[in-house]
C-alpha cells in the first residue's frame, strides 16, 4: 500500500500492488509490480491502519525494473511503467499513463512508448 500525494489541486492517489523480485542471472533483476484487488476486509484493515481519508486507487497494470550490471562501466536501471490515475483528471495531467525511464552512467532518457 501507498501513497502519493498530487500538487493543488489533484487529490491524493493510493496503490495496492503485489510486488516480486527475480535474479536474471548472474547480478541482474528484476522487479515487476501490478495492482490488486481487495476484498471489503482488506479494505477496512487499511483504512483502519493508515487512517485513510477518502482517496482515489490508481490502477497499476504494470510497473518494472530491470537493474543491469554493466561491469566497469557501472549499472543501467530501466523503469516501465503503465499507471492509470483514475480520478476527474484533465488530458494534460494523462499525459504519461506509459513510459520508459532509462538510467545508466552515461545516459538518462525519457519516453513515451
Known amino acids: 500500500y501507498s ?4 500538487p493543488f489541486p489533484i487529490s491524493e492517489r493510493d496503490t495496492v500492488l503485489a510486488s516480486t523480485v527475480r535474479g536474471l542471472g548472474g547480478p541482474d533483476v528484476v522487479y515487476v509490480s501490478t495492482s490488486v484487488e481487495l476484498n471489503r476486509n482488506e479494505e477496512q484493515a487499511i ?3 493508515f487512517r485513510v481519508p477518502s482517496r482515489v486507487r490508481m490502477d497499476v497494470p504494470f510497473m518494472g525494473w530491470i537493474i543491469r550490471d554493466l561491469g ?3 549499472i543501467e536501471i530501466v523503469y516501465i511503467g503503465i499507471v492509470d490515475p483514475m480520478g476527474a483528471l484533465s488530458p494534460c495531467e494523462r499525459i504519461l499513463p506509459a513510459f520508459k525511464f532509462s538510467l545508466n552512467t552515461n545516459i538518462c532518457q525519457l519516453s513515451l512508448i
Open 3 to 6: 501513497v502519493h500525494e498530487g
Open 47 to 49: 483504512k483502519k491502519r
Open 72 to 74: 566497469m562501466s557501472g
